[in-house]
């Protein structure tokens, strides 16, 4: 018989903005504790959830908008004519980074070869098909993750390899791309829900590492994991005294902590 969290954590169901802001909040006593294992989990929870966040509000403007207009008809066109371009270029960066390799010699070309496999691995550490394989959004988030590496701590290698053009074709595309998909939107709730119980489900993995990394019922143990659970109880009573009082527990902005009003939640 499979075990779920859920079959062992009394936490009622928190709306997204609350989770996010929870997380930072547990993730900013992580880090001055410090608990290594506990902030890179919170941190994991945070970059999910608040693309979780980002994809109520799409469905939000969806539901108020209807039917696709016919410009969004046409950006759903330029969408999938980019698309094929940015896999493309994806693929030829990695390309112009293999030719290089080609009658190197493993003794005399010790550092090419070392640079080469260092910026591939960066960029593409689960290979080029796992990025261009994915839908729209998740390939959005990825290669924006790649331009700010190619424009960040992997720029000199780029530079010094001579694949600054790939890069800024890249980079150019990513850009046209992002505006492309805004423009369109072939959103489902289906996709609401299912990232909305991965963020729920974050919480439970949060709650159960630090049940059992500070696992001793007194001293130090009990301290540290007092002061990390305090945000979860937090927003976990808050929500509870809504439900008491037979109301809905509005949701959060994530950055403020402050209630939305019934018109800014982005429910489903």
Partial sequence: ???????????????????VYTFHRVYDIAKALPAPAIDALVAEAIAADEKTFALEQRWATKRRTGKPSAKQVRAQKALQRLDIQLDNALSGFRGAGEALLKG??????????????????AVFPNG???????????????VHAIVGKLQGELAPLVQKLGLGVNAARITKLVMKYDEALKS???????????A??????YLLRIVAK????YDEPTGDHAQK???????VVKQNE????????????PDIDPKTGEEQLPEEATGG
């Fill in 196 to 201: 909305r119980e991965a963020g729920q489900n």
């Fill in 184 to 194: 369109t939107d072939d959103l489902d709730f289906g996709m609401v829900k299912a």
């Fill in 238 to 249: 808050a929500i509870r005294s809504h439900i008491r009082a037979r109301r809905s527990a």
């Fill in 104 to 121: 190197a010699d493993e003794d005399e070309d010790k550092e090419l070869i070392a640079d080469v496999e260092t910026l591939l691995h």
């Fill in 225 to 231: 994991r007092a002061a990390l659970l305090a945000p």
């Fill in 1 to 19: 018989m499979l075990a779920n969290l859920t079959d062992f954590f009394n936490l009622v169901r928190f709306p997204t903005g609350r989770r």
């Fill in 210 to 213: 630090i049940l059992g990394t």
């Fill in 128 to 142: 080029v098909a796992a990025i261009t394989n994915a839908p729209y959004d998740v390939e959005l988030i990825a």
